[in-house]
């Protein structure tokens, strides 16, 4: 390698790492990458309200712990189904969008991960086996609207037998797991 190769070598590599630290602070500053809040956040009172206005035990979903970490998505474009999107996780992991309304906001939709104790091997490797409830009423994920959507994804064959969960089918599963 000439040293003109070498020197365009080395200020291509540092044209790509002046590049990223430009272009990632912009994408978090959009709200393209969920920033890190304090659930006491203010900026999460209308969310939250939101979620209290949502028989959400009635949909299967759990409590959100107090103590949970918290990240947002805002998504100031206009072709989005949901204007924000919350990201929790504590002892379940669940992601909760809204829609901005003249009131504030809206709660449109639900997903929320809970893991059990089996583990499973995939091509990817080893999980833990969930279960996955979903309820949106915009589509969002792409799952049916306004119903609650049950997933299994482990090697219980008791679960796998079942083609539609429901939310009686995994309650026992839930309370031998600690949720309920």
Known sequence: MSQSERRFARSSRSSWRFSFLVVLPLFASCGLIPERVSADDPRLKPMFEAIGRVDRTRLGFTAIQIDAQVRIEWHPMFDKEYDVMLHID????????FKRTAQGYEW?????????PATYETPDGTFNESITITFERVPVTGFPMNRVNVLYAGNDPTLLRIDELTLQDIQPWLNKWGYR
Request: proline letters at 0%.
């Open 108 to 116: 449109i939709g639900e997903q929320e991960i809970l893991k059990g």
């Open 90 to 97: 504590g002892k379940t992991s669940r992601t909760v969008a």
